[in-house]
């Protein structure tokens, strides 16, 4: 294993931002012109922090933690997911739970049957989350509107404003 950038712990594997590139049977790293692939079969997967470039995971069965990115990309069939930090967010989820401490930028997300938390919301750009099945709870956003729908489950917002430019739409359906 490359000592420099991954690490295999206890079933999972730790990635740090000099990740060049890894292979084995079920998981494959790549990075190239500041983009990180990883896609996994099995296995959990923990990022502390990468700060350039865009991070893509694809993950069949297993959670994800990630500490601090800046634009990244998920589709995770089934497996819990929890984000420190990040600023842009496009993530599908067929089935686990999402949970966001801070978005900064911009997010579209995707849960078939799960629940979503995300701590501090503070969007540039308009965005959107949808639900097949699940609970959302958002409890601090900036100035944003937002717009939600919901067949089936709770949505939970705090602080919302429908003067924003932004707005946040939440569509939760059956």
Do not use: H
């Not at 893509?56 to 995770?76: Q, R, T, Y």
């Not at 978005?103 to 308009?126: Q, R």
């Not at 939970?156 to 932004?166: E, L, Q, T």
């Amino acid at each position: 294993m490359n000592k420099n950038n991954l690490y295999y712990k206890r079933g999972m594997y730790i990635i740090d931002k000099s990740l060049n590139i890894f292979k084995n049977d079920d998981t494959f790293y790549e990075k190239r012109n500041e983009l990180i692939n990883i896609d996994t079969r099995v296995g959990d997967i923990d990022i502390d922090s990468i700060l350039i470039g865009k991070v893509k995971i694809k993950s069949d069965v297993g959670d994800i933690d990630i500490k601090e990115v800046n634009d990244l990309e998920i589709d995770a069939n089934v497996g819990d997911i929890e984000i420190d930090k990040v600023k842009s967010a496009n993530i599908d989820i067929d089935v686990g739970d999402l949970e966001i401490d801070t978005i900064s930028e911009y997010m579209d997300i995707s849960l078939n049957c799960g629940d979503l938390e995300i701590d501090k919301v503070n969007l540039i750009k308009d965005s959107k989350i949808e639900l097949d099945l699940g609970d959302v709870e958002i409890n601090n956003i900036s100035n944003i509107y937002i717009d939600a729908k919901t067949d089936l489950g709770d949505v939970k917002i705090n602080n919302n404003y429908k003067n924003a430019d932004i707005t946040l739409k939440i569509e939760n359906d059956t």
